[in-house]
């Protein structure tokens, strides 16, 4: 079984389209992590949500939108794409509150925007 | 700031050790993390050190901490293979609320030649 889930898995837009990410985890987990790794590998945290509250908002832009509606999801809406957002976005949920926290990832969604 | 930095390039024969380096930034944190990035996948936690320890040895990997210099290392043992991956250090300057944010290394490319 899949613990941290994410559709699609590539997913190729023209400019100016809206389109959604999604994501589940099946660990229980309260916490969930959208993050971006860039064609260089950075990766940086982007949001963050706490039993469906967001918790971290990491000045994306706002045509960045998640949606956690239950604690098992958390769903990523981009509108008007951009060439810039094209990256590797990686979901990921942890149980704060252990003693080392482990943040488990999904295996990412590959964003080409033309 | 929140930069970690990471050397990007390493490569070793199989059989050698590796040692992959990491400056971070926030002494405040908690835990330092060593996660690995196979190709085309998502990132998994390899192994961590607690802050107030210097060492810590899992199998193949040990990981020393030098908390004055804010200098975190990785050591592969017998390096092989299946180790060539993308290796990225982390720190969590906020551990112990609702959600921790890792702040991620820039990566190092871990190349092993057979």
């Known amino acids: 079984d899949t613990a941290v889930s994410q559709t699609p898995k590539y997913l190729v837009t023209q400019m100016g389209n809206d389109k959604s990410i999604k994501c589940e985890q099946n660990l229980g987990h309260d916490t969930m992590y959208w993050y971006k790794q860039d064609s260089k590998k950075f990766l940086k945290i982007m949001f963050s949500y706490n039993n469906k509250e967001l918790i971290i908002n990491e000045t994306v832009p706002n045509r960045f939108s998640p949606k956690s509606p239950d604690k098992a999801h958390l769903n990523l809406h981009i509108n008007s794409l951009e060439l810039g957002d094209s990256a590797v976005y990686f979901c990921a949920s942890s149980l704060p509150g252990t003693s080392v926290d482990e943040q488990y990832f999904g295996p990412g969604t590959r964003l080409t925007v033309t | ?114």
């Open chain 2, 1 to 114: 700031g929140e930069d970690v930095e990471q050397s990007l390039f390493l490569s070793v024969r199989e059989g050698d050790s590796s040692v992959i380096n990491c400056t971070y930034t926030d002494s405040s944190s908690t835990y330092l993390y060593w996660y690995k990035q196979e190709p085309g996948a998502g990132l998994q936690l390899l192994t961590y050190i607690f802050s107030n320890m210097d060492m810590k040895q899992d199998q193949r990997l040990t990981v020393l901490l030098n908390k004055k210099d804010k200098h975190l290392s990785l050591r592969i043992a017998d390096t092989q293979t299946g180790d060539s991956a993308i290796y990225f250090c982390a720190e969590t300057p906020n551990y112990g609320g609702a959600t921790n944010k890792l702040i991620f290394g820039t990566g190092t490319l871990l190349a092993v030649q057979p």
